[in-house]
């Protein structure tokens, strides 16, 4: 079996300036996983990109994640092309606006007030903006764009002039989103939450656009197991469903039916020292009594994603292991960051 979990914000443990975190990052279950892989493989598209390469998701312009999870939440994307409208709060700076996080609290009535505003104001255009959950906005194309953008999750914390899309069309979509910010800023919903306490957004963030994807011809069996939305929008899109989180390993390993590979995929904000003792340390021992052909650790918070792929280590290896502690902060201070 390969065994694949999806860790969020697990790579900035060591630039987390919180006190007592120190514990955390000593992580033992997952140095050794690490320690085993050696160097791991970097790419800047996001962790959900990451992940959907796992299900045999071949990159378009972009990658067409936003397709599969309309179709995941109840919408038929046809043959359209559909990019993901995030609701987000632009955190403005002294020189330039951050990407911040996305705004998913909205009611029902909010998120229909805004959708509906966006679709009268982009009608001519042929942009047309559905909301099949509060928190989770879509926008059709006219036609397919020539665009290039970043994920949510890769570009969140960054400056808004550096994530912007790119490709031949750019600039149109760029206009796009400063009108919508002119729109969301004075909106009368953004306005009573503001009075309220509440987060707003003051922008969309247009993302992981694409038709909808084919699957690929042959799948190998698959169990997913899904702390997020994406997860479960993946495995639908292979022909499986997505099942809850265990509470440990050997539970889920009970329920993947024998599955030729195993995805486990945690929300933010993952609880780290127990997937260390329910996923990571059992893993990394099912790995070397040769149980398991491999685990993929996929993570990010330094600018991209990493993937460790560790397989059982050589006899030598593990003898070794018996009298020395990998330590999981050397090991993430030694992985490459964006700028290097």
Same mark, same amino acid.
């Given at each position: 079996?390969?065994?694949?979990l999806?860790?969020?914000?697990?790579?900035?443990?060591?630039?987390?300036?919180?006190?007592g975190?120190?514990?955390?990052?000593?992580?033992?279950?997952?140095?050794?996983l690490?320690?085993?892989?050696? /160097?791991?493989?970097?790419?800047?598209? #996001?962790?959900?990109a990451?992940?959907? *390469?796992?299900?045999?998701?071949?990159?378009? @312009?972009?990658?067409?994640?936003?397709?599969?999870r309309?179709?995941?939440?109840?919408?038929?994307?046809?043959?359209?092309?559909?990019?993901a409208?995030?609701?987000?709060?632009?955190?403005?700076?002294?020189?330039?606006?951050? &990407?911040?996080?996305?705004?998913?609290?909205?009611?029902?009535?909010?998120?229909?007030a805004?959708?509906?505003?966006?679709n009268?104001?982009?009608?001519? $255009?042929?942009l047309?903006?559905?909301?099949?959950?509060?928190?989770a906005?879509?926008v059709r194309a006219p036609?397919?764009?020539?665009?290039? @953008?970043?994920?949510?999750?890769?570009?969140?914390?960054?400056?808004?002039?550096?994530?912007?899309?790119?490709?031949?069309?750019?600039?149109?979509?760029?206009?796009?989103?400063?009108?919508?910010?002119?729109m969301?800023? @004075?909106?009368p919903?953004?306005?009573a939450?503001?009075?309220? #306490?509440r987060?707003?957004? !003051?922008?969309?963030?247009?993302?992981?656009?694409?038709?909808?994807?084919r699957? /690929?011809?042959?799948?190998?069996?698959?169990?997913?197991?899904?702390? $997020?939305?994406?997860?479960?929008?993946?495995?639908?899109?292979? #022909?499986?469903?997505?099942?809850?989180?265990? #509470?440990h390993?050997?539970?889920?390993?009970?329920?993947? !039916?024998?599955?030729?590979s195993?995805v &486990?995929?945690?929300?933010?904000? *993952?609880?780290?020292?127990?997937?260390?003792?329910?996923?990571?340390?059992?893993?990394?021992d099912?790995l070397?009594? !040769?149980?398991m052909a491999?685990?993929?650790?996929?993570?990010?918070?330094?600018?991209? &994603?990493?993937?460790?792929?560790?397989?059982?280590?050589?006899?030598? /290896?593990?003898?070794?292991?018996?009298?020395?502690?990998?330590?999981? /902060?050397?090991?993430l201070?030694?992985?490459?960051r964006e700028?290097s």
């Open positions: 079996m390969h065994l694949v999806a860790v969020p914000r697990l790579a900035a443990l060591t630039l987390a300036p919180e006190p975190t120190r514990a955390a990052r000593r992580l033992p279950g997952f140095a050794r690490l320690a085993a892989a050696g /160097a791991p493989v970097r790419s800047g598209d #996001g962790i959900a990451a992940l959907a *390469a796992h299900y045999g998701i071949a990159r378009q @312009t972009d990658w067409p994640l936003a397709p599969l309309l179709a995941a939440l109840g919408v038929d994307p046809g043959d359209a092309y559909w990019l409208a995030d609701p987000v709060t632009l955190v403005a700076g002294r020189d330039d606006a951050q &990407v911040g996080p996305a705004v998913r609290d909205f009611t029902g009535a909010e998120s229909a805004l959708i509906a505003t966006l009268s104001h982009f009608g001519d $255009d042929g047309v903006f559905v909301a099949p959950r509060p928190g906005w879509f036609g397919v764009p020539a665009l290039a @953008t970043r994920p949510l999750d890769a570009a969140q914390g960054k400056s808004l002039r550096t994530q912007m899309p790119a490709g031949s069309d750019a600039r149109t979509w760029w206009r796009w989103q400063e009108e919508i910010q002119m969301l800023f @004075t909106h919903v953004s306005v939450r503001e009075q309220a #306490g987060a707003g957004a !003051n922008g969309v963030w247009f993302s992981t656009g694409g038709t909808r994807p699957p /690929a011809e042959p799948v190998a069996s698959m169990a997913t197991f899904a702390g $997020d939305d994406l997860a479960a929008a993946l495995a639908a899109h292979v #022909g499986g469903a997505a099942q809850p989180l265990p #509470g390993i050997d539970a889920a390993i009970a329920r993947a !039916n024998s599955a030729q195993m &486990v995929s945690f929300a933010a904000p *993952a609880d780290f020292e127990m997937i260390d003792r329910a996923f990571a340390a059992p893993a990394a099912a070397a009594r !040769n149980e491999c685990v993929t650790v996929i993570a990010d918070g330094r600018g991209s &994603v990493l993937q460790w792929t560790a397989r059982r280590p050589r006899w030598t /290896a593990r003898v070794a292991g018996r009298f020395t502690r990998p330590d999981i /902060a050397t090991l201070d030694a992985a490459p700028d």
